[in-house]
């Protein structure tokens, strides 16, 4: 038998358990809190489970989903079998939701709104709009017909032919069906000004991305992005031109298809072309309609700022150095770890400051501090933001909260006075204020289903200006000792709020012309004129009216204004104060202007402009004589019905949640595979409760020609921390020596404890195990190896293990290899007589890789291992060395669903497979990796494209040395060590729109034992030419 055969029984033996465990573990699903006590609210059509702090969100989860079934149902003409599962928790600052058909229908939220500057800012109703668009997910993805319906019906649902779709389609059509949320006007994200600017650049600045870039995993930005806002234009131009019947019917097309990428033949029969053709034609009208608006905005004089910097991508909040000479701003770009970065006022990059992950809002204190809010893992089930107080000049930072889940914050002109937003349980915000130098946070406002944002103290710290979100508005407020006014109060968006140097000015971002534009409040002026005429496009063109030349800066906020044009109270809400002032608009941008920053000599406005490439920073000159009265917010779309009902209705009953309710084996499958004696056949079965606090895989089998039967149960618990994995099996294998029995391999029970560390930057996993196992020969007596001794013996062991991973490796988005950090591993794992069993024995192994990125992408992975082993367990020396692993094709196609870290095998390239055995292992490895090509070529929206080459150099060096027979361990000398090298040509694909990976063609050559006094001959040395799949170091 080959040495390769036993990891081809374990490869059997392992891919329909993982193919479970995938099925019961839905994408980005992570596992909530142990301590969470969970509830569950019944209705018609759903189930909602929910957590304490929650109760009020989750009636309105409850009410919104049963408003979606209703309207959704009829427009796509499907719905669910049986009801669905939503899970809602508060374990993330970021809005987001996840849906998912298999195992059964289960959708997961976010209990948190949207934030500010996104495009999902505007939804009148941020709950309905979630649990729309995920639902639309569920009634797409559950629509299962025809044949794959019929085999759903004899093995349990596991075929869902449009979960195979790629994201433009799966997500384009959810964003379409936003709107009905708003009442089936246009609304939602094809309604959004933000995703109005992304596909006009895409538009305009072209070329316009091609179908096979769309249907993959795009560099082009906003990258993730593109699939929700071009496939929500995409089924909008399909609506159009077909009518929303042809969707609903296409939607039920496509759950039929056996093979699930028959797209073309689709979109011939419901819309009449070619998906290729069609996508043409959209590309065409989404010129046109780029064309058109910024036609309209080129009515007036453009504005031609001057760029401060070019990096694109995520380049936002901008805040001057108290004296003016730069500005410090948050990078999150593709090229390098996210963090603060220092640009000059004429634009010149004073590079990076300090590491920030996520969030990157933040209020310069001085030169050389800031208050930044960043995003990690918090007590490790939950991604909050949270303040910190960063040294600009050493990247060093101390910790202003834990857990507190603060964004936004802002200091007073003492430098002390600390304000900013936190978010609460149940979807709620506040505005908070402290001190720096020490004392509790205050909540300075608050009240129930108000959003909250961007506040500002004004330079005399009396005032606080925010943006603050009701009703489906979104508009700025001042308040000052407990009295709140507002600045607008319309239907436009209104962001990012700021402050002249003296007080009289408000600067602001709004969409209220269809455009993102910089804005400005100058309270208390009066208007010199009440026209709203919108100036002729020529280059002479002068505003309508011209601001006073000095503002106002003793304004009282909480004043009561009068109905003038001068604040377009046309819109104004009952009840409502106003803030008395004028409104001009500063800029006319082609694009979009956002978070606007007054220099403090007020002759510089810098803000975040916006291009093809992504956000980056401008600025102009604050030129008032260039100022114009705005024109008239546009009107939003209404929602529905308006007008609530006389009495909130009951709240739903809850109770405590069940496990048992979902937790039932989901289905079952044939398994063909291979024992030790030859072919087996076998059913696979598992199941998971929707929290994923019980998951299990069962299989057993039967050896045609081991005439022996095997099973494999795995259970792990998430409703412990540390994680918990219970497991029994028993196999039957072959044993080692001069003749080959057959071999029962029983575990008759494992256990292990998971312990992790997480954080955003960086993870470490360490996992504590125990079995009980029993070797036995099945069938004969074991034979004697050349020195007498028996190579294999009959035995018991109670076995300890102890496995460590930790990594902070990191690639971008344009790497080909991780190109900073280190992957470390330490495996330990013993038996002893004393413990129980017949066998002692034990082992270790370390491993170390360090990446280093050399400029241009190009990266050095350097790695090193050993392992050592006292004794054997059956006979069986425990380390192998020699050749290229083979790939884990099964962990690879799981990778982007299971998550977790792969720690590279030991490699010895040049050398046949396992060729070396012993007691000690030696291996280190050097590869350099290059780019070679950016290509991101397919054939349509065929599923599988060729996104670029890349290459790699590599010297391998490695030995194993068996145990003498006295016993003992040693390693061997280095003259002894055995040398490889070679070079691999790589393609990176994507595979079926999402599995991304490495398709590597490589030729090796073994070198011999170079250490050696005359180099001699190695016979086991040899030239490899070898194809494989996935990483290599």
């Given at each position: 038998m080959?040495?390769?055969r036993?990891?081809?029984l374990?490869l059997?033996?392992?891919?329909?358990?993982?193919?479970?465990?995938a099925?019961?573990?839905?994408?980005?699903?992570?596992?909530?809190?142990?301590?969470?006590?969970f509830?569950?609210?019944?209705?018609?059509?759903?189930?909602v489970h929910?957590?304490?702090?929650?109760?009020?969100?989750?009636?309105?989860?409850?009410?919104a989903a049963?408003r979606a079934?209703?309207?959704?149902?009829?427009?796509?003409?499907?719905?669910?079998?049986?009801g669905t599962?939503?899970v809602?928790?508060d374990?993330a600052?970021?809005?987001n939701?996840?849906?998912?058909?298999?195992?059964y229908?289960?959708?997961?939220l976010?209990?948190?709104?949207?934030a500010?500057?996104s495009e999902?800012?505007?939804?009148?109703?941020w709950?309905?709009a979630?649990?729309?668009?995920?639902?639309?997910?569920i009634?797409?993805?559950?629509?299962?017909?025809?044949?794959?319906?019929?085999?759903?019906?004899v093995?349990?649902?596991?075929?869902?032919?449009?979960?195979?779709?790629?994201s433009?389609l799966?997500?384009g059509?959810?964003?379409?069906?936003?709107?009905?949320?708003?009442?089936?006007?246009?609304?939602?994200?094809n309604?959004?000004?933000i995703?109005d600017?992304?596909a006009?650049?895409l538009a305009?600045?072209g070329p316009?991305?091609r179908?096979?870039?769309?249907?993959?995993?795009?560099f082009?930005w906003?990258?993730?992005?593109?699939?929700?806002?071009?496939?929500g234009?995409?089924?909008?131009f399909?609506?159009e031109?077909?009518?929303p019947?042809a969707i609903?019917a296409?939607?039920k097309?496509?759950?039929s298809?056996l093979?699930?990428?028959?797209?073309d033949t689709?979109?011939?029969?419901?819309?009449?072309?070619?998906l290729?053709?069609?996508?043409?034609?959209?590309?065409?009208?989404?010129r046109?309609?780029a064309l058109a608006?910024?036609a309209e905005?080129?009515?007036?004089?453009?504005t031609?700022?001057?760029?401060?910097?070019r990096?694109?991508s995520?380049?936002l909040?901008?805040?001057?150095?108290?004296?003016?000479?730069g500005l410090?701003?948050?990078?999150?770009?593709t090229e390098?770890r996210p963090g603060?970065?220092?640009?000059s006022?004429?634009?010149?990059?004073?590079?990076r400051?300090?590491?920030?992950?996520?969030?990157?809002t933040?209020a310069v204190?001085s030169?050389?501090?800031a208050v930044?809010a960043?995003?990690?893992?918090?007590r490790?089930?939950?991604t909050?933001?949270?303040?910190?107080?960063?040294?600009?000049t050493?990247?060093?930072?101390?910790?202003?909260?834990d857990?507190e889940?603060?964004?936004d914050?802002?200091?007073?002109?003492?430098g002390d006075?600390l304000?900013y937003a936190v978010h609460?349980p149940?979807g709620?915000?506040?505005?908070?204020?402290?001190r720096?130098?020490?004392?509790?946070?205050?909540?300075?406002f608050?009240r129930?289903?108000?959003q909250?944002g961007?506040?500002?103290?004004?330079?005399d710290?009396?005032?606080?200006a925010f943006e603050l979100?009701?009703?489906?508005r979104?508009?700025?407020?001042v308040?000052e000792?407990?009295e709140?006014a507002?600045?607008?109060?319309?239907?436009?968006i209104?962001?990012g709020?700021a402050?002249?140097a003296?007080?009289?000015?408000?600067?602001f971002?709004s969409?209220?012309?269809g455009?993102?534009?910089?804005y400005a409040f100058?309270?208390?002026?009066?208007?010199?004129?009440?026209?709203?005429?919108?100036?002729?496009?020529?280059?002479?063109?002068?505003?309508?009216a011209t601001?006073?030349?000095?503002?106002?800066?003793?304004?009282?906020?909480?004043?009561?204004?009068?109905?003038?044009?001068?604040?377009?109270s046309?819109?104004?809400?009952?009840?409502?104060?106003?803030v008395p002032g004028r409104?001009?608009q500063?800029?006319?941008?082609?694009?979009?202007?956002?978070?606007?920053?007054?220099?403090p000599?007020?002759a510089?406005l810098a803000?975040v402009?916006?291009?093809?490439?992504?956000?980056d920073?401008?600025?102009?000159?604050?030129d008032r004589s260039t100022?114009?009265?705005?024109?008239?917010?546009?009107?939003?779309?209404?929602?529905?019905?308006?007008?609530?009902?006389?009495a909130?209705?009951?709240?739903?009953?809850?109770?405590?949640?069940r496990a048992?309710?979902?937790?039932?084996?989901?289905?079952?499958?044939?398994v063909?595979?291979?024992?030790?004696?030859g072919s087996?056949?076998?059913v696979?079965?598992?199941g998971s409760?929707?929290l994923l606090?019980?998951?299990?895989?069962?299989q057993?089998?039967?050896?045609?020609?081991s005439?022996?039967?095997?099973?494999?149960?795995?259970?792990?618990?998430?409703?412990l921390?540390?994680?918990?994995?219970?497991g029994?099996?028993?196999?039957?294998?072959?044993?080692?020596?001069?003749r080959e029995l057959?071999e029962?391999d029983?575990?008759?029970?494992?256990a292990g404890?998971t312990f992790?560390d997480?954080?955003?930057?960086?993870?470490?996993?360490?996992?504590?195990?125990w079995r009980a196992?029993?070797?036995?020969?099945l069938g004969?007596?074991?034979?004697?190896d050349?020195a007498?001794?028996?190579?294999y013996?009959?035995?018991?062991?109670?076995?300890?293990?102890?496995?460590?991973v930790?990594?902070?490796?990191?690639?971008?988005?344009s790497s080909i290899?991780?190109?900073?950090?280190r992957?470390a591993?330490?495996?330990?794992?013993?038996?002893?007589?004393?413990l129980?069993?017949s066998?002692?024995?034990?082992s270790a192994?370390a491993?170390l890789?360090?990446?280093?990125g050399?400029?241009?992408h190009?990266?050095?992975?350097v790695?090193?291992a050993?392992?050592?082993a006292?004794?054997?367990?059956?006979?069986?020396?425990p380390?192998?060395l020699?050749?290229?692993?083979?790939?884990?094709v099964?962990?690879?196609?799981?990778q982007?669903?299971?998550?977790?870290?792969?720690?590279?095998?030991?490699?010895?390239?040049?050398?046949?497979g396992?060729?070396l055995?012993?007691?000690?292992?030696?291996?280190?490895n050097l590869?350099?990796?290059?780019p070679?090509?950016?290509?991101e070529?397919g054939?349509?929206?065929?599923p599988?494209?060729?996104r670029?080459?890349?290459?790699a150099?590599f010297?391998?060096?490695?030995?194993?040395?068996?145990?003498?027979?006295?016993?003992?361990?040693?390693?061997?000398?280095?003259?002894?060590l055995?040398?490889?090298?070679?070079?691999?040509?790589?393609?990176e694909?994507?595979?079926g729109?999402?599995?991304?990976?490495d398709?590597?063609?490589?030729?090796a050559?073994?070198?011999g034992?170079?250490?050696?006094?005359g180099?001699p001959?190695?016979?086991?040395?040899?030239?490899q030419?070898y194809?494989?799949?996935?990483?290599?170091?």
């Open positions: 080959s040495l390769a036993p990891r081809a374990a059997a033996r392992l891919a329909p358990g993982l193919l479970a465990l099925l019961a573990a839905p994408a980005a699903a992570q596992p909530y809190a142990p301590g969470l006590r509830r569950t609210i019944a209705t018609e059509h759903f189930r929910f957590h304490q702090g929650e109760e009020a969100l989750a009636q309105r989860v409850a009410a049963e079934h209703a309207l959704l149902v009829p427009a796509l003409a499907a719905a669910p079998r049986g599962e939503i809602l928790s374990d600052d970021d809005a939701g996840s849906a998912t058909p298999l195992p229908a289960t959708i997961r976010y209990a948190v709104p949207p500010p500057r999902l800012d505007d939804e009148r109703d709950v309905e979630l649990v729309t668009h995920e639902y639309v997910h009634l797409h993805l559950d629509t299962i017909e025809g044949l794959p319906r019929a085999l759903n019906e093995f349990g649902k596991l075929w869902a032919p449009s979960g195979f779709a790629p433009l799966v997500e059509l959810a964003v379409l069906h936003e709107a009905d949320a708003e009442g089936g006007a246009d609304g939602g994200r309604a959004n000004a995703f600017m992304y006009r650049a305009l600045e316009f991305p179908l096979e870039q769309a249907v993959a995993q795009p082009l906003p990258r993730g992005n593109l699939a929700y806002l071009l496939g234009r995409f089924f909008a399909l609506r031109r077909s009518g019947a609903a296409f939607v097309d496509q759950g298809q093979w699930p990428y028959r797209f689709l979109f011939e029969r419901h819309f009449g072309a070619d290729p053709a069609l996508w043409a034609a959209f590309g065409e009208a989404l046109a309609q608006e910024l905005v080129r009515r007036a004089p453009v031609a700022p001057a760029p401060l910097t990096r694109g995520t380049v909040h901008p805040r001057w150095l108290p004296d003016g000479s410090v701003y948050f990078d999150a770009g390098e603060l970065r220092l640009v006022r004429d634009g010149r990059d004073a590079g400051l300090a590491h920030v992950e996520g969030n990157g933040l204190r030169a050389r501090e930044v960043a995003t990690d893992v918090w490790e089930f939950a909050y933001d949270d303040l910190r107080l960063v040294d600009l050493t990247g060093r930072w101390r910790a202003l909260g857990g889940r603060a964004t914050p802002d200091l007073g002109p003492d006075t304000v609460l149940g709620e915000m506040a505005l908070r204020r402290r720096l130098s020490g004392g509790p946070a205050e909540t300075i608050q129930p289903g108000v909250v961007a506040p500002r103290i004004s330079p710290g009396r005032r606080i979100a009701e009703a489906g979104r508009d700025v407020a308040w000792d407990g709140l507002f600045v607008t109060d319309d239907d436009a209104d962001l709020p402050w002249a003296d007080g009289g000015i408000l600067y971002a969409e209220r012309s455009v993102y534009d910089v100058e309270l208390g002026a009066t208007s010199t004129s009440t026209s709203t005429a919108t100036p002729t496009a020529t280059p002479t063109a002068t505003p309508t601001p006073t030349a000095t503002s106002t800066a003793t304004a009282t906020a909480t004043a009561t204004s009068t109905a003038t044009a001068d604040v377009d046309t819109a104004t809400a009952p009840g409502r104060r106003r409104l001009w500063v800029t006319n941008v082609e694009l979009g202007a956002f978070e606007p920053q007054p220099s000599d007020g510089t803000f402009s916006y291009s093809r490439r992504g956000y920073l401008a600025s102009i000159p604050l100022w114009r009265d705005p024109a008239p917010a546009r009107p939003r779309p209404l929602r529905g019905p308006e007008a609530p009902s006389a909130a209705p009951a709240p739903l009953p809850d109770r405590p949640y048992l309710d979902t937790a039932w084996p989901t289905f079952w499958l044939p063909l595979g291979i024992d030790g004696g087996t056949l076998g696979l079965t598992g409760d929707v606090r019980h998951v299990y895989v069962a057993g089998w039967y050896g045609f020609s005439r022996e039967a095997g099973y494999d149960v795995a259970y792990v618990g998430s409703w921390y540390p994680r918990l994995t219970l029994s099996s028993r196999y039957v294998g072959t044993t080692p020596g001069l057959l029962e029983w575990v008759p029970l494992s404890l992790t997480t954080h955003l930057d960086r993870a470490a996993a360490l996992t504590l195990g196992r029993r070797l036995r020969a004969g007596t074991p034979v004697l050349e007498g001794v028996a190579a013996r009959d035995g018991t062991a109670s076995e300890w293990s102890a496995r460590l930790a990594t902070d490796a990191r690639r971008f988005v290899s991780p190109e900073e950090g992957l591993s330490l495996t330990l794992r013993g038996a002893d007589q004393a129980g069993g066998f002692t024995y034990a192994h491993s890789t360090q990446y280093l050399l400029g241009g190009v990266a050095l992975a790695r090193g050993l392992g050592i006292r004794g054997t367990v059956g006979g069986r020396q380390f192998t020699g050749g290229v692993p083979s790939p884990d099964v962990g690879l196609a799981l982007p669903i299971l998550g977790g870290v792969v720690v590279p095998g030991d490699t010895l390239r040049g050398y046949p396992g060729v055995v012993g007691s000690t292992v030696e291996n280190a590869e350099l990796r290059f070679l090509a950016t290509l070529h054939h349509a929206a065929w599988l494209q060729l670029r080459l890349h290459g150099l010297v391998d060096a490695g030995n194993a040395v068996p145990a003498p027979p006295s016993g003992g361990a040693g390693f061997g000398a280095l003259r002894d055995r040398f490889g090298a070679g070079g691999e040509l790589r393609a694909v994507v595979l729109y999402y599995l991304r990976t398709l590597r063609l490589g030729v050559r073994g070198l034992r170079l250490l050696a006094a180099a001959s190695d016979g086991l040395a040899g030239t030419v194809l494989t799949l996935g990483p290599s170091l």
